[in-house]
Each structure stands twice: as C-alpha cells, then as structure tokens.
C-alpha cells in the first residue's frame, strides 16, 4: 500500500505570499491518480485538483498541480484569507495526513 | 449538479452494528463511471477511506475493516449504504459519502458529513 506523506504540517503566510505544499509518495504513482483537497473547519473536503494537475470545476487558477513520480505539490500563487483549510493529497484510497495553511 | 446526503444514527453503543444510508440526487447510482464510496474522519485527525461499492454490486473496503462491513445499492431509491458491525470507540467518526471518479479515482462530490458517536 502506498503511503503518502505530506510537508510541512502547518504553512503560516501572509496574504499574496505563494504557498507551496508538498506531497512524497512512498513508491511511483501515476500521474492520473493524484487528487488535492481543501478542507475547512466543518465542512466536507472539496476536490481541488486531479490527475496531478488538472483543476476541479470552479476551482481558481491560483491553484495548481504539479509532479510526477513520487514528488507532487499543490501551489497556491496568492494566498487570500479564504484559503486558509487544512489541504490533502490523495491516491487511490490513500490519503495524506494534511497540510494546515494558516493565514497571518 | 450531484448532491449527496449521509443518514444515520448520531449514537450507536459498543458492540452494535452501524448502519448508515447515502441519497444521491442529481446522476444515477446506476452509472459505470463511479465508484459510489465511504470515507471517514476521526476527531482531529485525517481522512480514512472505508470502500467503495460499483453500479455492479462489486465492492472495494479497506483491509483492517472488511470483516465487519457489508456495502450495498438501493437502485429503487437512488440510494448506497454501509453497515458496520461490532463497533468499539474507535468508530467514533465524521462518516462521509462521496462520489469517486471511475478513471483517476478522485472524489468530486462528498456529501457533508454525518457524526456518528460509539458509547454507551
């Protein structure tokens, strides 16, 4: 089964800063099972990004997917106050244990 | 636009069996490009997906969990559903359906959430 770990734990940025997620599996994954997910406080996960890179319907293009292999990052270019979540990578049924964005 | 909605109990006490159902609005339970699934999320912690059952009938459920999970379709009602048997505290969970994508196995549509408290 393939682990997937994520970096940091927690990201502290101000707005407009670039926040770069990372997302290191243990073994080779294609590139059109990766998905990200924004989760914030009470609500369900909401798809981001799949296919490593690809962006969900509606999802803005400040977010973005990139790697192949084992090495994935979920990019957010302009941080804004409603990004603060926590954010998940996942494969297959794998999921990362998150990233917590906090906004200063 | 797909909705999901998860209904269940709220408390169930130890030993018993958990039973929770999905309503899916807006596409077809019976359509070959999803899997319908489970996920869930203990208290502060991550996300755990539980399985997931095709229009077909066929199921999928993560290893530590398959002795006590039956998943099942109700077509006539658009709707899938889980149960869980011998539950302990360690079930105490955000149960959450969602819809899977047959071909890159992302999740694009969750149903919010239900909470569901193993004590007795």
């Known amino acids: 089964e393939t682990v997937l770990t994520q970096s940091p734990g927690t990201l502290s940025l101000s707005p407009g800063e670039r ?3 990372s997302c290191r599996a243990s073994q080779s994954v294609s590139n059109i099972y990766l998905a990200w ?10 798809l981001l990004i799949y296919g490593a890179s690809s962006r969900a ?13 084992t090495d994935f990052t979920l990019t957010i270019s302009r941080l804004e106050p409603e990004d603060c979540a926590v954010y998940y990578c996942q494969q297959g049924g794998t999921f990362g244990q998150g990233t917590k964005v906090e906004i200063k | 636009q797909v909705q ?3 209904s269940g109990p709220g408390l169930v006490k130890p030993s018993q069996t958990l039973s929770l159902t999905c309503t899916v609005s807006g596409d077809s339970i019976t359509s070959g490009d999803y899997y319908w699934t489970w996920i869930r999320q203990h208290p502060e912690r991550g996300l755990e997906w539980i399985g997931n059952i095709s229009y077909s009938g066929t199921t999928s459920s993560k290893q530590s969990l398959r002795s006590r999970l039956t998943m099942s379709l109700d077509t006539s009602k658009n709707q899938f559903s889980l149960t869980l048997s011998s539950v302990t505290a360690a079930d105490t969970a955000v149960y959450f359906c969602a819809r899977g994508d047959r071909e890159t196995t992302s999740f694009d549509s969750w149903g919010q959430g239900t909470l569901i408290t193993v004590s007795s």
């Not at chain 1, 997910?37 to 909401?46: D, F, H, S, V």
């Not at chain 1, 999802?59 to 997917?65: L, N, T, V």
């Open chain 1, 19 to 21: 926040a770069t997620l």
């Open chain 1, 37 to 46: 997910y924004q989760q914030k406080p009470g609500q369900a996960p909401r």
């Open chain 1, 57 to 69: 319907t509606g999802i803005p293009d400040r977010f973005s997917g990139s790697g192949s292999g």
């Open chain 2, 4 to 6: 999901l909605q998860e």
